[in-house]
Every structure is written in structure tokens, then in C-alpha cells.
């Protein structure tokens, strides 16, 4: 017999984990596969974005994520040194976790919490949901789009094959995607901008061999411009060392390695090498997010240097966009319109991310390009003193971009999206390290208190929420159009003039994924026509006044 799941996720890393958790939670059954064992060889991510903090909370595991094991006690200074026995050029000074604010526009802070931790905790809440069935090794080997479902080949530990049936698949399967391949799309964008290779190594007190106050990443800048990165990687005894490498192929081996990580502490020390992995820096967007019922997220749709900690947090806002669109065609609300807009929505996000992201890198390698002049690596002379500041404070201005870039986070905006209803007002400017809430559609849905800890963004997630200002606007024909196509939908009336300025209008129409679909003053538009628009049962049809 042959199983039928209605979602099969193929990979099990961070995406595909929160998008099996993120169809559970919405009641949805999903089947994970991933090829490897629950263990990590090597953590890549470990900054988990404040968009992604939001969906945390959303799920109820923000708790989970503070607890994971990362020290966040753990100071989060950036700094730029010759090395940990030398000079340091300058420094941005972030608290830890633990004392870190949430700012104005959010009712949550990123956090640091590598893939080791992080992906525990998204397989513990999509296992919660007692919707997802996770099964390690087992590797997806085939798939074929039969045009009302899907077939695919699995291969299970004991080298068992056997066939499951869904009524969608979604390839989470990381850079080398089986999935993507099998649809063939290919990418475009920037090949390889680096062979990198990073280790991690464990050292408990490496602080105390050095003289550089303590950081969370070092980034280490010799007469050849910047050559490696150092990582807290759990905030205690654990640091991944990055040698950046170039754009040709070499291998590095353990005494290569060795050596170089003595070179930056700035001594030889006793450390074990947890692991060592080379990895190919690369900055690519799939052409195409879908084909049929396959659809591609994460690393599977976007490769990006990881300056910035852009890749990840993108991959999970691909989930929580195209989550509710496969429930609502599962549950029969959802049209092709809304699987479609998938694309349309995260291609773009996808694309602004990876290009900011070689940006941030093209700045972090300047010093390659405008070598330091020998002068900064001398003596503690007041002038070699003097050299290195005014050296050092240029890199700290250029590297600001890569440290403050909520805008990435929280700007992020669906324009002309054909399940978003436009009202016509004019695109606010797109900014990195500035983040401006607005209601206008297409937008992130703005946060504001609503009690000492009780925020807006709680009342979405679930269902469309049409949030009302003024109570004295009636919607009942919304809510007759709304259950007329089964689409959930509830009313929250907020009473916050804050909050209704934010929001610009005194109805908006929230999506579940957070975003704002619609909003008005006055529900002059056909509503049937609007649930429609919104839901992806029409495509492009004026709504008529
Ligand atoms: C050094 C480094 C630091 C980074 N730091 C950050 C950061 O701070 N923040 C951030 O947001 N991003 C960061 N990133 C990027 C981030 O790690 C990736 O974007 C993220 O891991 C992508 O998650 P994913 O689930 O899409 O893919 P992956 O994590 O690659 O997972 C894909 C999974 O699919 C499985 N798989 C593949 N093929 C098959 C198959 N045929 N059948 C079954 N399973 C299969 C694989 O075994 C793998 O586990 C960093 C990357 C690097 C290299």
C-alpha cells in the first residue's frame, strides 16, 4: 500500500522543519524526510532574525529558543583585530541576548541560537503538533507530478524503497537540491564568491589567552586585508573559525587550519577540532519556486553569503508564505492564484536578501581591497595609535550596514502581489537599517502593545483577522463573504489610536502569514469579490467599488 500524505517536505534542516511545525500548528498532517541523522556535523546558522523571533512567538516556543543551550549571557560585540594578542581596529557593542530590548517596532529581539540548538527546538514544536511525521534517514531518491498528485521514491535506513503519495511536495532539501533539480530550474545570480572553510574547535577559557575584550565574532584583518572569522558558537567553550578563502578551490587540512587559528588567537593553545567543512560561498536565486505541485524554500530556492544571517531567517519566512496557502488549498478556501503568489511574493525577498548580503561581504573583504598600510600592525607609538583608529573607525562606518539591517528583517513588502489589494498610495522607500511600519498592503502587518505584553502580531497566525478600528464600521457582509468560501476569518476590534495610525485606515485585512491583504476606511469594495482576490480564487479582477 502506498502512503498519502498531503504534504511531503523533503529535508529536514531549519526550513523544513518550521514549515512541517508551521502546517501542523495549522493542523495540516505533513510527512518530513531527511537523508541524514538528527545530529549536526556542523552548525552553519546561528542568528535567528527578528521576523523569525515574531513566528517563534507565534508558535509558542520563544522559551524554547532562550533555553536551547546558547549562552545569552554572552556578550554580542563585534570587533576587528590583527589578532587576539594584538590590536583591535574597532568594535560594535551589542549586548547579550538576556539584556538585549526589543525596539519599538516589535514585540521581540533576535536572538543567537545556532542550528544545533535551533533545529531541536523546530523539531520538538512540529512533533507537538502530533501533525508532523519526521523520519530520519530517509533519503527522497525520485519524484513525478501526476498533475492531481504526487508521487516520490523514498529510501529508508535499511536501504528499503517505497513510494508515498501527496497531494503536495516541497523540496527544503538545501543547496544541492534533489527537488529543484528534478524540477529543472536553474539558478541565476553569482556562483562562487568564496571557498571558505570553517572549523569549529573547543577551548574552554579561550578569553583568558588573549588581551582583546571579549566578543561574539572577531574579524581578523592582516597585511593581506581580512582573512578569517571567529564565532562564539554556543557563548561558552565552542568557536567556529572561518578561513575565508578566495575564489579558487583549495583544501585546507588540519594543520593548515591549526596554524591559522594560532595565528589569529595570536599563540599556540591546546583546543580540540570538533569538525572541519569547506563550503562554497555562493549567491544564486532559483529562476522558478514552483512547478505543478513541487515547490522549492530555503537554500533549496536561495543561496546567499552568510554576512548578514540573511539565509535562514529568508528560508523560514519562505515557509510561513507558502504554509497557509498549501492549508488553504487543502482546506478548499485557496485557489491556484494563491500557490502561484508564492513566487511572486518571496522570489523578490530572496533576491534583495543574497544582494545585500554580497554587499555586507564586498565591505567585510575592503580591507583586501584597500590593504592597511604596515604602519597600523606597528608599535603603540601615538601615531601608529592614531593610524589605526582612523583605519579602524572607516571599517566600523562600513560595517554598520551588516549590523543594523532590521529593515531586511521587517521591510520586506509583497508589491503588486495578485492576492494583495493595492489602495493606490505611493511605495514608502525600501531601507535596510531602517525599519518604517506602515498598514499599506503588501507590508508586514505592524506590531503595537496592546496590553504590558500582549502585541497585535499575537492576534494573527491562524485565520485572516480583520482588525477593526472603529467599531462602528459593520462587516458583516465581510464575514457572509468570508463563510461563503469556508475562509476563516475573525474580527478583532482595537481600540489604540496608536496603533490605528500605524495601520493608516480603520479596517485592514491581516492574512494568516502576518501580512496585510487589504484596508480601507469603509467596506466599499465587493466583498465577495475581495475574499476572492485575497483567497487566490480569481486572479487579476478589478474590485469593483
Ligand atoms: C557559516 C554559515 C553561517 C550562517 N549563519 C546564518 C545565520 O546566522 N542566520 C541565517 O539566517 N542563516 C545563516 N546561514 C545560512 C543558513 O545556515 C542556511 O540558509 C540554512 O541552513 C538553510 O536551511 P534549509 O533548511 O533551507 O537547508 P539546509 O540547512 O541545507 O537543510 C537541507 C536538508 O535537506 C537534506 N536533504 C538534502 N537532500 C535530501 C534528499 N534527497 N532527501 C532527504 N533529505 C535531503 C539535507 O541532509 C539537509 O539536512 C549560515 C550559513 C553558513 C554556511
Known sequence: ??????????????????????????????????????????????????????????????????????????????????????????????????????????????????????????????????????????????????????????????????????????????????????????????????YTSNAVFRRAGLEDLHSTEPAYRYIFIGPEGTWATLVAINGRDQWRFSLIGDESHREVGEDEMRKAIFRAIGQEFDFEFLSILPWERRQLVADSYRKGRVFIAGDAAHLTSPTGGFGMNTGILDAVNLSWKLAANLQGWGGEALLDSYEYEQRPVAIRNVTEAGGNLKRMLGPRVAKPSAEVFEDDSPQTEAARREYGDAYTEAMKREWFSIGIHLGYVYEGSPVVVSDGSPMPPVEVQRYVPTGRPGHRAPHAWLDTDRSLLDEYGREFVAVRFDPSVDLRKLTAAAESIAMPLRIVDVDSAPAAELYGAKIALVRPDGTVAWRGDDLTVDPDLLVDRVTGRIRERALAA
Not at 521581540?108 to 534517514?137: G, K, M
Not at 530517509?138 to 535506513?157: E, I, K, N, W, Y
Open 1 to 194: 500500500m502506498t502512503d498519502r500524505v498531503p504534504v511531503l517536505i523533503v529535508g529536514g534542516g531549519p526550513v523544513g522543519l518550521a514549515l512541517a511545525g508551521d502546517l501542523g500548528w495549522r493542523g495540516v498532517d505533513s510527512l518530513l524526510v531527511e537523508a541524514r541523522d538528527d545530529t549536526i556535523f556542523q552548525p552553519k546558522m546561528d542568528m535567528v532574525g527578528i521576523r523569525t523571533m515574531e513566528f517563534c512567538r507565534r508558535w509558542g516556543i520563544v522559551d524554547d529558543v532562550y533555553s536551547a543551550g546558547y549562552n545569552r549571557q554572552y556578550i554580542q560585540d563585534c570587533a576587528w583585530v590583527t589578532d587576539l594578542n594584538g590590536y583591535e581596529f574597532g568594535r560594535e557593542k551589542f549586548p547579550p541576548p538576556a539584556d538585549e530590548q526589543p525596539p519599538q517596532q516589535s514585540p521581540q529581539h533576535r536572538e543567537r541560537c545556532p542550528q544545533n540548538f535551533f533545529d531541536p527546538v523546530l523539531t520538538r514544536f512540529a512533533r507537538q503538533t502530533e501533525r508532523s511525521d519526521i523520519r530520519y534517514r530517509t533519503q527522497l531518491l525520485s519524484f513525478q507530478d501526476h498533475g492531481d498528485h504526487v508521487t516520490a521514491v523514498l529510501r529508508d535506513q535499511d536501504e528499503h524503497e517505497y513510494e508515498v503519495e501527496a497531494d503536495y511536495l516541497v523540496g527544503c532539501d538545501g543547496g544541492g537540491s534533489t527537488v529543484r533539480a528534478g524540477l529543472g530550474i536553474a539558478m541565476s545570480g553569482e556562483g562562487t564568491l568564496t
